[in-house]
């Protein structure tokens, strides 16, 4: 404020000192004579004027400051001293007589000192520039430099020269300030205790007397708030404590929290508002602080009895004053934060122990997902999405989401997600639209960027992901695609590898289709049938755990083998093709029926039934012998067809021994001309689910070991310890691997010389390259 | 297959069949044509990328390299090995490249 006003004082000084050398060139600028105290008497008067505020017409005040500039360069002695110390000697008396008048106004102390500071201070600036030339020419060349003051020792700062406008403010405070300061102080003390009960106070008056302590170190450049912090501040925050630690004790009785703290912080934000209208704005935070610590940090034990029961009975309007209050202090928070996240982990782990029935993985998947926005919009809402609070939702989430149903098995989530996903990206999704689809997958990830073991996860994922893909009962490919990338933003390229590579394969299959269709026409060969194929690569597959039965490929089916075989040899170079027959499947017609009815089946009963074309009647034995199946599965294929009713068991005996015989049903009939005869894909069986779980440990050795390597080649010799933080920290994102684990990958990694015990040191390691 | 048919199976005219093929959906998978599933290098199975090219993420270039001796190996894997030992780590036979996978 005070800067800004500094400004327009020097517009209107350079202005006055423009008019001033345009009458000097008229006149003379050259030293002269001059009679001291006839010129003083002259300035005395107009200063009088001056200080007081009255009337000086313009010409006075401009010989007046020839005055000033004669006395100056005076001849043969200049005048200055004589004239800087009778001014010092006026502005003495003229401040000590107002002292009196001051003084002994003691009912109305305040309004006194505030009206004759108003008036002095002004005129002391007016002062100010009517010395201009004393203050430029005398007293800025006497006066020490920073450096002197900063280095020179004994200098008596008493004895340093002011220019008038600091000269008139020092004595302000030397004969005002000082011997009235502990009425003063008192007075602003109890008005604004009075301002506190609600009592009428005069806000211009107590500001401008406050103000006054700062106005009057204007020129004290290192020390501006010095005189106000020792001489008002100090006081004003102890009496500040002293009064809100009784007015928090008086709110403590008889009231309930609630009401304590809507109390407090209408009386913060009154405080607040009552710092602005008094105080320095270096005092702002001060105040908050002091009244913070009397009404927050004193009784912390008792505001934080309160959450438990708030933070449980969703007492929303008292949880934003909670957190308001609570925040303000050191370390306040955390035990509200605790409740929060332990009363979310209950909510959720209740809301999950409570599903049953057939759609496990839907209810749990989107309790969770219920739990988790309830409260991350309370957090937004409430609590102004602080993070410690974001934090403990996070943690109680990743609690609720790797709980584990059963202590003695493996925990069901990631299982139970993976089939979440499943159930949205098959295609038979009941009447859910493709945005729909989209907006539930994409708050999957939520839930599984909660997972520990986001590769078993991954396990169960891409099985079925396998089947949606060689079955082709994905809602769409681009889906697909999406939701690999998503895992793949939430967990990396490495951990979608596998996903992408069975992806891609299936596009790749699609291409090697049309290219083995081209090579056929060039080669003029025909199949005869409509043949597709799906060339998958071996190891990114999940594939491998259930051992199929043998076949002897149909007769029918030997052309289309061969050729595609010949083609996929030409293309490229050291790969060999194994033909997975309990995934294919094909489609019939019928050819014995008035209706002629279009069959798809699975590869097995396709070469079953394909048999009967070669006789109408076959025993078990005999259908073996021909398929080469074993045993379980051709009984499992044929019973299947029975069940159907293409074939029928002329023995009518239950169980299928190989003595049976069986014929097709030559009066088969369906209302429908293209049907499907349902496969036996066996239920996911709980051996199925250990082993998925077996091959994710086997999957973890190989990451763990990939891990170590890196990290070993990275740093070429690590100690034990720190080898073994790094791959927790690298393989956390994925899995939380025990520590035995990776000792042993250690050990197979020292084994096939990847690494190797370091020479040096007992428990280090050295990587070999 | 012969045998299946009995009296009527190999003569039989197409349009007598009771089922024709009218479409199939094979499933095939490809590996490497090895002897051994196992890099003997690195012992990490020759489908899946070696550790090194695991670690640096470069899974699609680990190709499989046979030498005359139809010993195979990660190509990586047999290309440091040759620095050291031009000979094939399985049979001590010297090395000579007879094919890379693609």
Redesign the interface.
């Known amino acids: 404020m005070y800067v800004e006003r500094n400004k327009n004082l020097h517009q209107k000084h350079f202005a006055q000192q423009a008019s001033f050398w345009a009458q000097k060139i008229t006149m003379s600028l050259k030293p002269r004579r001059v009679d001291f105290s006839e010129t003083w008497g002259k300035i005395l008067a107009t200063v009088r004027g001056v200080i007081t505020l009255s009337k000086v017409p313009r010409p006075t005040w401009n010989d007046r400051f020839s005055d000033v500039y004669a006395l100056c360069v005076a001849y043969p002695e200049p005048l200055a001293e004589q004239l800087y110390n009778e001014t010092k000697n006026f502005l003495e008396q003229h401040v000590q007589s107002l002292y009196k008048i001051v003084n002994s106004s003691l009912d109305n102390l305040l309004a006194t000192y505030h009206a004759y500071w108003q008036e002095y201070s002004k005129g002391a600036e007016y002062m100010n520039q009517l010395y201009g030339y004393l203050n430029s020419q005398y007293i800025r060349k006497q006066k020490l430099s920073d450096a002197d003051l900063a280095y020179g020792h004994g200098i008596d700062l008493d004895e340093q020269l002011m220019e008038i406008g600091e000269l008139a403010l020092d004595i302000w405070r030397r004969l005002m300030i000082e011997p009235l300061k502990g009425n003063l102080v008192q007075q602003l003390l109890q008005e604004i205790e009075k301002d506190r009960e609600g009592e009428q106070t005069n806000q211009a008056i107590l500001h401008g007397v406050i103000n006054s302590f700062v106005h009057v170190e204007e020129y004290n450049k290192k020390g501006l708030l010095k005189l106000y912090q020792d001489l008002f501040e100090k006081r004003f925050l102890e009496e500040t404590g002293r009064y809100y630690r009784k007015e928090a004790g008086r709110y403590l009785t008889g009231t309930t929290c609630s009401e304590y703290m809507e109390k407090v912080i209408q009386r913060l934000s009154d405080e607040e508002m009552r710092s602005r209208k008094f105080l320095h704005p270096s005092s702002y935070d001060k105040v908050t602080h002091e009244c913070q610590q009397r009404f927050v940090a004193d009784h912390l034990r008792f505001l934080h009895g309160e959450c438990h029961d708030m933070v449980r009975k969703d007492r929303r309007e008292d949880m934003r004053r909670m957190y308001t209050l609570l925040r303000t202090v050191h370390n306040g928070l955390m035990l509200m934060v605790q409740e929060v996240e332990d009363h979310i982990k209950e909510t959720g782990l209740d809301a999950i122990s409570n599903i049953t029935g057939d759609n496990l993985p839907t209810q749990f998947v989107e309790s969770v997902l219920e739990v988790h926005s309830r409260f991350s919009h309370m957090i937004q809402k409430t609590l102004s999405g602080d993070q410690q609070f974001i934090c403990a939702l996070d943690k109680a989430c990743s609690s609720i989401v790797n709980s584990r149903q059963d202590q003695r098995s493996p925990c069901k989530s990631p299982e139970w997600l993976a089939k979440y996903c499943d159930m949205l990206l098959k295609r038979s999704t009941k009447g859910m639209s493709e945005s729909e689809v989209d907006d539930k997958l994409s708050a999957s990830i939520t839930v599984f960027k909660y997972l520990d073991d986001k590769d078993v996860y991954q396990k169960f994922y891409s099985k079925m992901l396998a089947k949606r893909l060689i079955q082709g009962n994905s809602v769409s490919m681009d889906a697909e695609e999406a939701m690999i990338n998503r895992l793949k933003q939430a967990c990396g390229y490495e951990f979608t590898n596998k996903l992408h590579r069975m992806y891609t394969d299936i596009n790749v299959s699609a291409e090697h289709n049309k290219k083995f269709n081209e090579w056929m026409r060039e080669n003029k060969e025909e199949l005869g049938i409509h043949f597709n194929i799906y060339v998958l690569q071996a190891g990114a597959w999940p594939l491998g755990l259930t051992n199929p039965s043998p076949l002897n490929i149909p007769q029918e089916l030997e052309k289309s083998v061969k050729m595609f075989d010949m083609f996929y040899k030409e293309r490229f170079n050291g790969r060999k093709l194994t033909w997975l027959h309990q995934l294919c499947n094909g489609e019939v017609r019928t050819c014995f029926l008035k209706k002629s009815y279009i069959i798809t089946l699975s590869m097995y009963q396709m070469a079953v039934l394909l048999l009967f074309n070669g006789s109408d009647k076959l025993t078990m034995a005999e259908i073996q012998s021909s398929t080469q199946m074993a045993e379980g599965e051709l009984g499992k294929n044929v019973q299947s067809l029975v069940d159907a009713k293409l074939l029928i068991n002329l023995d009518g005996k239950e169980q299928l021994t190989p003595n049976v015989v069986l014929t097709v049903n030559v009066e088969y009939t369906n209302k429908r001309t293209k049907f499907k005869i349902p496969a036996l894909y066996q239920k996911e069986t709980v051996q199925e689910v250990e082993q998925a779980h077996k091959a994710v440990d086997e999957d973890r050795k190989l990451y763990l070991q990939a891990a170590i390597v890196r990290i070993m080649k990275a740093r070429k010799a690590l100690k034990h310890n720190t080898l073994i933080q790094e791959v927790i920290s690298q393989s956390r994102a994925r899995f939380n691997p025990s520590i035995s684990m990776i000792k042993r990958c250690i050990e197979q990694l020292i084994n096939k010389e990847y690494i190797a015990r370091s020479n040096d040191a007992a428990d280090e390691y050295t990587y070999i390259a | ?1 012969a ?4 009296d ?2 190999p003569g ?1 005219k197409a ?19 090895v002897e051994c599933d196992t890099c003997a290098i ?4 020759v ?2 990328a070696c ?2 090219c ?4 470069k ?1 699609e270039d680990c190709v ?1 390299v ?1 030498g005359e001796c139809n010993h ?1 190996f990660h190509n990586c894997c047999m290309s440091l090995w040759v620095k050291q030992n031009n000979r094939c780590p399985l049979c001590q036979q010297e090395w000579v490249v007879q ?4």
């Open positions: 297959m045998d299946t048919g009995g009527n199976g039989k349009a007598d069949k009771m089922f024709s093929l009218k479409k199939w959906n094979a499933v095939a998978m490809w590996s490497w044509d690195c012992r990490v199975q489908m899946d550790l090194r695991q670690a640096e993420n899974q499989v046979w195979s094919r890379i996978g693609k």
